[in-house]
């Protein structure tokens, strides 16, 4: 088959609901290395798993991935019935991780560490205000982040986060004489400005707390060290840079190949740092992390900003 068949097996559902802007239902669904499954099992998994989520009787896709470490599946389908009507999804993360318990048990698979579910960063979206259960909707999108991507600090955590409308803080300070230390978490407009009340990493959990993400950092930092973590990485960009692109042509290059480029500019349009975010790799790193030759210098004097041209800092931080 071919996407125009798959298409054609979608349009009469989005056809009968023009109102619902999210229509697309996408997970991944990766099982440990260790667990050896046939082509029918990954079937099986699949079938069972769209079943108890409430997508039996929806058309959707499975495609089987070799792409990291580990098969893989990648299950794409549409939150409209053929009535038109949205299918609910409240509580739909907590949902897909009692089903995945159970898939786990049912099937005798390695259990992810920690309750972890076996989705990954595919399932990632960025956070609606306007949707409302703020709290739960930061949770999962902070947990996947920490499950997924590999970041040595806080900064570049906190820029992984904002790709998701995510805001994180960090508070320090002294009172009475004693040190203290936490993290508030907050909503972001698509802009990339502050909307609603941020609140205490402790409302969500001590995983997500600011000494749970000192030794994430150095766990990352560890992970990055190894021999050929950042191969990828550092080749899409190198390959990437030309003197004949624009800012926006380099960054659309990396855009194909998974990597987001984040510029911070300053308002006379000087870059003076950038962070990659590789999606596929699952690694977040600053320029400087990859090497010199990767600065934010080198970036600055290789796409200078236009003469006479005013400039909009591109990454806001949120108050």
Do not use: W
């Not at 125009?4 to 056809?15: H, I, N, T, V």
């Not at 909307?195 to 707390?209: L, N, Y």
């Not at 021999?227 to 080749?235: E, H, T």
């Not at 000087?270 to 790799?281: K, L, N, Q, S, W």
């Amino acid at each position: 088959m071919d996407v125009d068949a798959f298409m054609d097996s979608f349009r009469p559902y989005l056809e009968a609901n023009r109102r619902t802007t999210n229509t697309v239902f996408q997970v991944s669904l990766n099982p440990s290395p260790e667990d050896r499954l046939t082509d029918g099992q990954f079937r099986d998994i699949a079938q069972e798993y769209m079943e108890r989520m409430g997508y039996g009787n929806q058309p959707y896709i499975v495609f089987k991935h070799k792409d990291i470490s580990r098969e893989h599946l990648h299950i794409v389908s549409l939150r409209v019935d053929e009535q038109g009507r949205k299918i609910n999804d409240s509580h739909e993360y907590d949902q897909s991780m009692s089903v995945l318990r159970e898939l786990e048990r049912k099937y005798d698979l390695h259990p992810s560490v920690k309750g972890h579910e076996l989705t990954d960063r595919e399932g990632l979206q960025k956070v609606n205000y306007s949707e409302g259960n703020v709290k739960q909707l930061i949770s999962s999108v902070v947990r996947s982040c920490l499950r997924n991507y590999n970041c040595s600090s806080y900064g570049e955590f906190r820029t992984l986060l904002e790709r998701f409308n995510v805001s994180a803080e960090e508070c320090t300070g002294t009172v009475d004489g004693r040190n203290y230390a936490g993290i508030v978490y907050g909503t972001l407009t698509d802009d990339g400005y502050g909307i609603g009340t941020p609140f205490k990493s402790s409302r969500i959990g001590r995983d997500v707390g600011y000494k749970a993400l000192q030794k994430y950092y150095e766990r990352s930092k560890s992970e990055l060290k190894l021999d050929g973590a950042l191969n990828r990485l550092r080749q899409s960009v190198r390959n990437a840079m030309s003197p004949h692109n624009t800012r926006d042509e380099f960054r659309q290059l990396l855009k194909a190949d998974g990597i987001d480029t984040i510029f911070r500019i300053n308002p006379v349009g000087r870059i003076y740092g950038v962070t990659f975010i590789d999606h596929e790799a699952g690694i977040v790193a600053n320029g400087s992390v990859l090497g010199k030759e990767f600065s934010a210098n080198v970036f600055n004097e290789l796409y200078p900003a236009p003469k006479n041209d005013k400039q909009v800092p591109e990454q806001h931080t949120a108050p």
